[in-house]
């Protein structure tokens, strides 16, 4: 069969290839990135009351936050819940008494500070490199997570989409995960899930 009569699998309906025939278009995808960065916008601003407020009262979000203080600080992956430092905004917003630390209802009692292995490495030194490139600022941490959760789903939706040659699937996708909590909170809350 001679080269200018064969018809490969990468053509169809003349001489646009099936990827672009099956498949969504760039500008459909920069669409659906942008649909879950939104939803994860909104999502974090209903979860959190604002970009920059504290880490929320679930216990991970303040153990990732205190380690990832200790790495810019440069006192290493451990837990200081004593430093005055690390306790200030706490103590701010009231969540945290600077007295007692013996009694939190919202927090394991942590008896002696020191090295851990209680949390996964790598999302505290994320963290970290973020206090160390903007400060302790948690509006920058939330905005880096949306990008990185609006760009992972993004590709979960294509190669949904390409396994399953369903074209609609993305856009199924963005309307079923819109209304599930657990996943759409996940980018305003500082803990490793969005990684």
């Known amino acids: 069969m001679s080269e200018a009569n064969s018809v490969t699998s990468d053509q169809k309906l003349g001489s646009k290839p099936v990827f672009a025939s099956r498949f969504l278009a760039a500008r459909q995808w920069r669409c659906i990135w942008f649909a879950y960065f939104v939803l994860a916008v909104i999502w974090t601003q209903v979860d959190t009351g604002s970009f920059g407020s504290l880490p ?16 810019a600080a440069g006192h290493g992956y451990e837990l200081r819940f004593s430093d005055p430092e690390w306790l200030a905004p ?11 630390l013996d009694d939190p209802k ?12 209680s949390r996964p490495p790598v999302y505290p030194v994320i963290l970290s490199a973020v206090y160390k490139l903007f400060g302790r600022q948690w509006v920058y941490v939330r905005w880096l997570q949306i990008i990185v959760f609006a760009s992972s789903m993004t590709f979960l939706s294509w190669f949904a989409a390409r396994e399953t040659r369903c074209r609609l699937l993305p856009w199924l996708m963005i309307v079923t995960l819109g209304f599930d909590t657990q996943i759409m909170q996940a980018p305003g809350r500082i803990m490793n899930e969005v990684l």
Do not use: C, H, M
Request: charged share 25%.
């Open 90 to 100: 706490y103590a701010a917003e009231q969540q945290l008494r600077l007295d007692s």
């Open 106 to 117: 919202w927090i394991t009692t942590v008896k002696a500070d020191g090295p851990t292995t």
């Open 56 to 71: 929320g009262r679930q216990r991970d979000e303040v153990y990732f936050d205190n380690i990832a203080f200790n790495l």
